[in-house]
């Protein structure tokens, strides 16, 4: 891959990670959108994974560590909360692998409400698996969906937001520097 443009994918994913430590609505995360901006873009697709999880990685120690629990409870590296986040990440940028060959509006929009799903189904699911708050039946399972549901249309607009700004840059972007458009010959 041309080292610009891997460096200009992989500083687009950084700098919209990092938004998480502003402040924000919840749930209004670049989450699924770096996901499927790295899908798209990366041609070696291992980076389409490892670049989203590694910066995730390195806002959640920011954000959890040195924000939220720096004076509470110490400092970690892992949590098993994150293990839901993350294999969301790595499902949606799979969804950007199969949706995002070729990028159009449509594509991203689409591929936008899909993350958000897919980040819903996985993350609540973990909730009701690992969290004492609801019984390990289907009632539990209907009531720990049915208390997300207020949370999604953030995570919705995130992904739909992040997404747009991720790809409307790059693309223009690409058109003012056409070099960064990716050679057919394997990079």
Not at 19 to 48: E, V
Not at 111 to 134: E, Q, R
Not at 158 to 178: M, N, R, T, W
Request: aromatic share 18%; with cysteine; net charge positive.
């Amino acid at each position: 891959m041309n080292n610009k443009r891997f460096y200009i994918i992989t500083g687009f994913i950084l700098l919209a990670v990092l938004s998480r430590i502003l402040p924000h609505p919840y749930n209004f995360t670049p989450l699924g959108a770096i996901a499927l901006f790295g899908a798209a873009y990366f041609t070696d697709k291992k980076w389409a994974i490892l670049i989203p999880l590694a910066a995730m990685w390195i806002s959640d120690l920011i954000i959890n560590n040195f924000i939220l629990t720096a004076y509470f409870e110490g400092f970690t590296l892992f949590n098993w909360g994150m293990v839901w986040i993350y294999g969301s990440i790595m499902l949606i940028a799979l969804l950007g692998m199969k949706f995002l060959k070729k990028i159009t509006i449509p594509r991203v929009l689409g591929s936008a409400v899909g993350a958000s799903v897919i980040f819903f189904i996985v993350s609540n699911f973990g909730v009701w698996l690992t969290s004492p708050m609801y019984p390990l039946n289907l009632s539990g399972l209907a009531a720990c969906y049915t208390a997300a549901i207020p949370f999604f249309h953030n995570t919705l607009a995130g992904d739909i937001v992040y997404c747009s700004v991720l790809f409307g840059a790059f693309e223009y972007l690409k058109y003012q520097a056409p070099t960064l458009v990716k050679i057919k010959a394997g990079i």
